[in-house]
């Protein structure tokens, strides 16, 4: 069996899907979608775990997590593309993207893909609800050496408004009402076995693969 220890040494299998409904009652979504090659992956959550002090010393330390900041590089994003994740206007009769400088329309979308763990074995992962920002761009003139010039995809994911049923052992029932920010799991997990149909939904813990 692969060591669960492996380092992170790849990223493939980027998918979206737009966020139909997210309410107390639901969470729904299109079936997942092909993003594009990836290059890099970034994932940043927003932790604060700031100590309070009592008597002259540290005596409570309360960890909190906010919204996570993931910036996927990619090969390049096409402008229809470009506008579907950013809620921006796209003429389809003419093939035009037109950017109107506001933002404020931006659908939700889930992000999923996978990361290779270096001693073999997969890292799934899957954010169930956040939006997409396209970051800088840039185009070089064409040399005798060719420069590759990638596309940064910033996506900010949040936790649902939905709450599942997530594991928790200190409940009599082992389960509470939680909503969820995202999920993974490893190949290297005996536990998990349905990798190869990840990507067929959004993955979520009240509808495992």
């Not at 009652?25 to 092909?34: G, I």
Request: zero cysteines; a negative charge.
């Amino acid at each position: 069996m692969n060591s669960p220890y492996g380092e992170l040494v790849n990223v493939d299998n980027t998918h979206y899907a737009k966020v139909t409904a997210d309410t107390k009652e639901t969470y729904t979504t299109d079936v997942p979608k092909y993003l594009a090659p990836a290059a890099e992956i970034k994932h940043e959550a927003t932790v604060d775990n700031t100590p309070r002090y009592y008597d002259g010393k540290p005596m409570f330390s309360t960890p909190s997590e906010a919204a996570t900041a993931v910036t996927l590089t990619v090969s390049g994003v096409p402008s229809k593309l470009a506008a579907e994740l950013t809620g921006k206007p796209y003429d389809a009769t003419k093939g035009i993207a037109i950017d109107t400088g506001d933002a404020s329309g931006a659908p939700d979308y889930a992000l999923s893909g996978r990361m290779e763990l270096g001693d073999g074995g997969y890292r799934y992962y899957q954010y169930l609800k956040g939006k997409f920002t396209l970051g800088g761009s840039t185009a070089h003139t064409a040399e005798d050496k060719t420069t590759a010039n990638t596309v940064d995809l910033n996506y900010t994911a949040v936790v649902t408004v939905h709450e599942f049923d997530v594991p928790d052992g200190k409940t009599p029932a082992g389960t509470k009402k939680s909503g969820v920010k995202g999920l993974t799991a490893d190949t290297t997990d005996e536990a998990f076995t349905s990798a190869d149909a990840w990507f067929s939904k959004v993955q979520t813990p009240a509808a495992e693969v």
